[in-house]
């Protein structure tokens, strides 16, 4: 089971990344699949999640600006982000949960990917 995560890069304040994370080995349909990141010097953080293909959730810090999506043919979760800021550099970490525990806490998911690194510049 592996969980393999792309996209990130070098973008200027205000642009757009959309990161995607890849299963393979196993359907994770019927998961909660989620992003966090992990910014130098502090804590691996929730971003968004969802589950069954329809219930998004997003941290406070993202509303409005990043968009969940999952495409189940293709087992890949995505990760749209606009309007990034020096904020949002990070390394992103997508993971997936078989259970139905609070979808904000790492500790409730089974797989993680490797995590893909987010560079935002002025």
């Known amino acids: 089971v592996q969980l393999q995560a792309s996209g990130g890069g070098l973008v200027r304040t205000g642009g757009s990344l959309r990161l995607s994370c890849a299963a393979s080995g196993h359907s994770f349909i019927g998961y909660t699949m989620g992003w966090f990141r992990q910014a130098p010097g502090k804590e691996r953080e929730f971003v968004a999640a969802?589950?069954?293909?329809?219930?998004?959730n997003y941290a406070d810090s993202v509303k409005g600006r990043f968009t969940i999506s999952r495409d189940s043919a293709k087992n890949t979760v995505y990760l749209q982000m606009n309007s990034l800021n020096a904020e949002d550099t990070a390394v992103y970490y997508c993971a997936a949960d078989n259970g139905s525990g609070n979808y904000r806490v790492m500790r409730e998911y089974d797989y993680w990917g490797q995590g893909t690194l987010v560079t935002v510049s002025s």
């Open positions: 969802i589950r069954s293909g329809i219930t998004a």
